[in-house]
Nanobody, 121 residues
Framework: QVQVVESGGGLVQPGGSLRLTCAASGTISSINRMAWYRQVPEKERELVASITSAGTTTYHDSVKGRFTISGDNAKNTVYLQMNSLKPEDTAVYYC???????????????WGQGTQVTVSS
């Protein structure tokens, strides 16, 4: 059984910063990739940023230069540092971790429950 839990959301003024944290726990052999998504009502969930176990990162164009994703494989944890926040960053942010539960086994993805980020004055 694997659990993925996010924390760090909240209300922040435009231009402010927040740091999201996502930790996976349970029966984990290895984590191949970790990612952050976000979703607003009536829109599809979109990929914000991802990082592989080798440290390769990708970002949505709208957050490049403002958000930074980082990971700690030893702690099965991924972070999203969000700076210069804008009202359009308001969304529920979800963590997704791609991992194996046995050595050499298949990769499955696990979602967190989501954390609300609201950017407003």
């Amino acid at each position: 059984q694997v659990q993925v839990v996010e924390s760090g959301g909240g209300l922040v003024q435009p231009g402010g910063s927040l740091r999201l944290t996502c930790a996976a726990s349970g029966t984990i052999s290895s984590i191949n990739r970790m990612a952050w998504y976000r979703q607003v009502p009536e829109k599809e969930r979109e990929l914000v940023a991802s990082i592989t176990s080798a440290g390769t990162t990708t970002y949505h164009d709208s957050v490049k230069g403002r958000f930074t994703i980082s990971g700690d494989n030893a702690k099965n944890t991924v972070y999203l540092q969000m700076n210069s926040l804008k009202p359009e960053d308001t969304a529920v942010y979800y963590c997704r971790q791609f991992l194996t539960t046995v050595v050499g086994g298949p990769t499955f993805s696990y979602w967190g429950q989501g954390t609300q980020v609201t950017v407003s004055s």
